[in-house]
């Protein structure tokens, strides 16, 4: 078994509201601020004593930033995950690592995003890593680029398009439910699902995730420590990064996962890390830039076949309290709001401690994915005390 399971453990979650793109009343590095406070808050630790911060892609608000307004005493770890929405988990790594090595005591991990004081998140993407032959075809947008996966997934693989109205269905089900969710309010039924605009074929509006304004941040500590904080830890199971052979800057050469989400190594990493599978799990966090990739992020995590997607995903599996496998629970990146994902951590940590608006019953194993189709991934399976 390795070490790294249950080594360290999430105390403390933050998070802002979330506001449409480019509306967000303060700046980036002030909604980061809020995230983190709020989440030393929740863990019950005086925020000055935060000595590691860890991010991804293309965050603006490091810790140099931050330092002054937070009172940090002092630095002692940072790092920042190279790749982007693939990077969400990969940050739970890095911070175990960290606090594993003795290199940080508390490690603040966190994103925010605010559109009116940097720029469109499918624009920075599109300038760090979309490659030459996607931008000089026209394809300068993720929903384009993975559309082509989508229209493999369905044409080749023959997954039918209830499965992905049923992961909106899902979405927007669980948000319905959730106060804070920026979707609250959106009504969703076959109609106004089939009769929104095309985004970019076969993709149409509610297919696509949100872009928001907000920041989100969880605490990771050392298991240890973990037990003598406020709030119930989730432990960190497992949490891997990379690309299989034929993945990084070589798009579309995965073989044969280019309709998945690249993700089936790291799935079975994580698996043999945790020592837990597929059935195993109670509750999943799906990242979902567009739903087809979610799906295809599932079926490399082995919840169901390829050929098995439309039988499976149905809005009844999907969600809470007692579908076969609950999604997005918060709402997801589709429902609740987008700032890169990372609001599915936070959530992920929610259902370990029964505290989810669409609570999962007992709820022990809880994972999230990372962005699907990046140019690399992660993957993260937390789990309650009872799972060590």
């Known amino acids: 078994m390795s070490k790294f399971r249950g080594a360290a453990a999430i105390a403390g979650i933050g998070q802002t509201p979330y506001y449409k793109r480019a509306t967000s009343p303060e700046p980036e590095v002030k909604l980061a601020l809020r995230a983190i406070t709020a989440a030393a808050d929740d863990a019950g630790i005086d925020v000055r004593d935060i000595n590691g911060f860890v991010s991804y892609a293309s965050e603006r608000s490091d810790p140099a930033k931050l330092m002054p307004a937070l009172g940090t005493r002092e630095v002692k770890f940072a790092s920042l995950v190279w790749f982007h929405g693939g990077g969400l988990p990969a940050t739970l790594n890095i911070a175990t690592a960290a606090i594993m090595a003795g290199q940080a005591d508390i490690v603040a991990v966190y994103r925010s995003m605010a559109e009116s004081s940097s720029q469109r998140l499918r624009v920075i993407v599109a300038q760090n890593d979309t490659s030459s032959q996607y931008l000089v075809n026209g394809l300068d947008s993720p929903a384009q680029i993975l559309a082509l996966r989508a229209q493999r997934m369905m044409e080749y693989h023959g997954v039918p398009q209830s499965a992905l109205y049923a992961t909106v269905q899902a979405s927007y089900y669980h948000a319905k439910n959730n106060?804070?969710?920026y979707g609250r309010n959106t009504e969703m039924n076959a109609d106004i699902y089939n009769n929104a605009r095309m985004i970019s074929e076969p993709y149409r509006l509610f297919d696509c995730s949100r872009e928001?304004?907000?920041?989100?941040?969880?605490?990771?500590?050392?298991?240890?420590?973990?037990?003598?904080?406020?709030?119930?830890?989730?432990?960190?199971?497992?949490?891997?990064?990379g690309t299989m052979e034929g993945g990084g800057a070589l798009e579309e050469n995965w073989r044969p996962y280019y309709a998945t989400a690249g993700q089936k190594e790291l799935a079975d990493r994580m698996w043999r890390e945790s020592g837990y599978g597929p059935k195993d799990v109670d509750v999943a966090q799906i990242?979902?830039?567009?739903?087809?990739m979610g799906i295809g992020a599932m079926v490399d995590h082995g919840f169901f076949a390829m050929e098995e997607a439309g039988a499976f995903c149905t809005v009844d599996n999907l969600i809470a309290p007692s579908g076969k496998l609950p999604i997005n629970t918060s709402g997801g990146d589709l429902g609740e709001g987008f700032i890169h994902g990372f609001g599915l951590v936070p959530e992920a940590v929610?259902?370990?401690?029964?505290t989810s608006t669409n609570q999962v019953p007992g709820a022990k194993l809880s994972l999230v994915t990372g962005g699907p189709g990046d140019l690399m991934s992660s993957t993260a399976l937390l789990g309650s005390a009872e799972t060590l």
């Open 287 to 292: 990242y979902m830039n567009m739903n087809s």
């Open 350 to 354: 929610r259902q370990i401690r029964g």
């Open 212 to 241: 928001n304004d907000a920041a989100g941040c969880v605490l990771v500590v050392s298991a240890e420590r973990a037990k003598d904080l406020k709030q119930k830890p989730a432990y960190i199971l497992s949490a891997p990064m």
């Open 179 to 181: 106060p804070k969710a």
